[in-house]
Nanobody, 124 residues
Framework: VQLQASGGGLEQAGGSLRLSCAAS????????MGWFRQAPGKEREFVAV????????YYADSVKGRFTISRDNAKNTVYLQMNSLKPEDTAVYYC??????????????????WGQGTLVTVSS
């Protein structure tokens, strides 16, 4: 599956952005979809995941209550709504697809396909 992330940009602290990730090539509902981010000089970290059914979502503690992951299976797209942005949210955000059926994961190595990343910059 090919993934194309978009929606990043420059936003002030307290603002909102919505990221999108469009999938093509394979059956979208075969994948749990995750969002990860990587800040300069840091390792890529888990942000959120939504199971293939779209019924269960999990979040990193750092974004819980501020970010919401959703998916539109008819459009083969997963979204990340980011509210109350903080400067520490600044990072390149990646969407990823996990085709295994062993349960949702927050580990990068469990994901089979990755998008190219979209940069989010939050100014203070």
């Amino acid at each position: 599956v090919q993934l194309q992330a978009s929606g990043g940009g420059l936003e002030q602290a307290g603002g909102s952005l919505r990221l999108s990730c469009a999938a093509s090539g394979r059956t979208f509902t075969n994948y749990d979809m995750g969002w990860f981010r990587q800040a300069p000089g840091k390792e890529r970290e888990f942000v959120a995941v939504l199971t293939r059914s779209g019924t269960t979502a999990y979040y990193a503690d750092s974004v819980k209550g501020r970010f919401t992951i959703s998916r539109d299976n008819a459009k083969n797209t997963v979204y990340l709504q980011m509210n109350s942005l903080k400067p520490e949210d600044t990072a390149v955000y990646y969407c990823a697809a996990d085709q295994s059926r062993s349960g949702w994961s927050k580990k990068t190595y469990d994901y089979d396909y990755w998008g190219q990343g979209t940069l989010v910059t939050v100014s203070s």
